[in-house]
């Protein structure tokens, strides 16, 4: 056998069935699958309803087989993790389920046409925590040019949360307003295309 045949369904052949998080395949009567063969699934999926991290123990994909071979009853083999394979950027053991920006604004220091050195006073809050490596990515309109170095500066400080205060009061689940750490190189500008006439990108 080539070890490239399809999974076929209906009639003599095997069929699917789905219950919550598993998804079962029952061969057929006349269906064998040989030593060595691999397997391509395109599955659609529901995401769940809250952020997952692709490392998260919570997000981890499993296959596992059941059958007679040589004995007189079904047994069941070991569910076997995904590990991923290929390397960077190929096949991922996992994938991740993102959070969603929620209260974002962006509040120009200058609304006039043309307006040089406009700082812009960016807000928003996330649904799972930015880990250390995070960045932060904004794509700004046709025509703005944030420059090859785009400069940062904190919001106003009364505009920021205690630290200290925030950890300590952590449980109120009060909406805190913290400063986001930064260097004055921390900031690139690039191209969010290749066609794009300025550096409409900071990161």
Known sequence: PSGRGALAQGGEHGTWTASGTKCLYTFGASQVAFA????YLNLAVDNPSDPLPQGSSQNAWQAQIAAKGWHSVKLDAPAVSFTGAGGENAFAASVSVLGKITDDAIVPSNFAQGADD??????????QAVETGGAMLLDAPFGFDFGDYCQLRDLPAYQHADYVASVADIASQELLRLRMPFTEDSCRGSKSSPDAPSFDRAM
Do not use: I
Not at 121 to 127: D, G, I
């Open 36 to 39: 060595g063969s691999s397997f």
């Open 118 to 127: 406009n700082w812009l006073l960016v807000y928003f809050r996330t649904e």
